[in-house]
């Protein structure tokens, strides 16, 4: 449980929406001594929950009442009710309002800046599916921030404070910095999704496979935060290894053949990492290159 004492001259804050981000987020806004003055949701149970972990936090009844006590608001709902969500408040220009949602842009908040408030974004760049898990992959992730100042200066000092390494989205840019998340997480889950299928073609449990698989995935994890990028490609597509890549294919076309475009198409993504990285010749790369046009688009 949270324990932090609030410090003084901080920005009252209170949560709207007490989900898994608003109760990670406030949780650990107040160990890193901000004033998290309380919280309202759709339910006063969640609301209470947020509350009951920070010392001096109110589960309020009324959004409103909520707002008109806090100088720091941050709309912590599903990103489809944030705007309806603002629009639904009375906002005044001491108000700084801000969503932490990735894609949703800051101008989801117009309704409170029409009224004088200060609206920006606050992205922790993680997943928050449990919260004492969360509180603790916090520290040391980015988060994404959209504002103009002072608001800006403010919102960087918080994800600091809290451990985490601030970047600055410009304004447009919330949608493609999200889907970069999906590449480096989500998609990553259906790609180990779709490699254990295979081994189901061989008799082996999905159980085993996953044990099998899982230490590959953390040593690729620890050889990209160690070597970057292009230094931790290895495999056949490093060495440009036509002929095991023709078994592969020839495996999948036969045993998975709904997986082999995504196997084509991963190949050829991976060649200028190869080149980069420089462990094959451009004439292996080439034949390796000529091989994928061959089999499919
Ligand atoms: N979870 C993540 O991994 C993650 C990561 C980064 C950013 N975010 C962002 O954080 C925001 C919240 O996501 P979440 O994962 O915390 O969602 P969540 O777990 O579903 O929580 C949403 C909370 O908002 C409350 N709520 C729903 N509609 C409301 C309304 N109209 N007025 C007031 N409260 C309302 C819910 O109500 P009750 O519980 O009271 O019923 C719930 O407490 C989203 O913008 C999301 O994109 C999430």
Redesign the pocket.
């Known amino acids: 449980m949270p324990s932090g004492q609030p410090a003084a001259g901080t920005p009252r804050i209170g949560f ?8 990670a987020l406030a949780w650990s806004l107040a160990r890193a001594g901000y004033r998290v003055i309380g919280a ?8 209470a929950r947020l509350a009951g972990g920070i010392a001096e936090c109110r589960a309020y009844d009324s ?1 409103q009442h909520l707002v008109d006590d806090a100088d720091l608001i941050v ?5 489809d ?2 705007a ?2 603002t629009r ?1 408040l009375a906002w005044r220009e001491r108000h700084a309002v801000i ?6 842009e800051v101008l989801a908040l117009a309704a409170a800046a029409a009224q004088g408030a200060s609206i920006g974004g606050f ?7 449990n919260t004492e898990a ?1 509180i603790k992959t916090l520290p040391g992730c980015t988060v994404g921030i959209e504002a103009e100042e002072p608001l800006l200066g403010q919102l960087t000092e918080m994800a600091k404070a809290l451990g985490c390494h601030p970047i600055r989205l410009p304004a447009g840019a919330r949608a493609l910095y999200h889907a970069s998340g999906s590449f480096a997480a989500s998609f990553l889950v259906g790609l180990i999704n779709d490699a254990l299928a295979l081994w189901s073609a061989f008799g082996v449990e999905r159980e085993d496979a996953f044990r099998a698989l899982l230490p590959l995935t953390k040593g690729t994890v620890a050889a990209l935060e160690a070597n970057g990028p292009i230094r931790s490609l290895a495999g056949p597509i490093a060495r440009a290894d036509v002929g095991t890549v023709e078994r592969h294919i020839a495996a999948l076309r036969a045993h998975a053949p709904a997986l082999l475009p995504t196997y084509l198409d991963l190949a050829r993504r991976s060649l200028p990492i190869a080149d980069a990285k420089g462990g094959a010749s451009r004439e292996k790369l080439n034949a390796l290159r000529a091989l994928l046009d061959r089999v499919g688009p």
Not at 123 to 129: I, K, V
Request: contains cysteine.
């Open positions: 709207i929406g007490a989900g898994q981000l608003g109760v309202a949701s759709r339910s006063q149970a969640s609301a959004a709309i912590a709902v599903p990103d009710a944030i309806s969500a639904s969503h932490c949602s990735g894609a949703t992205h922790p760049l993680q997943t928050f599916t969360a």
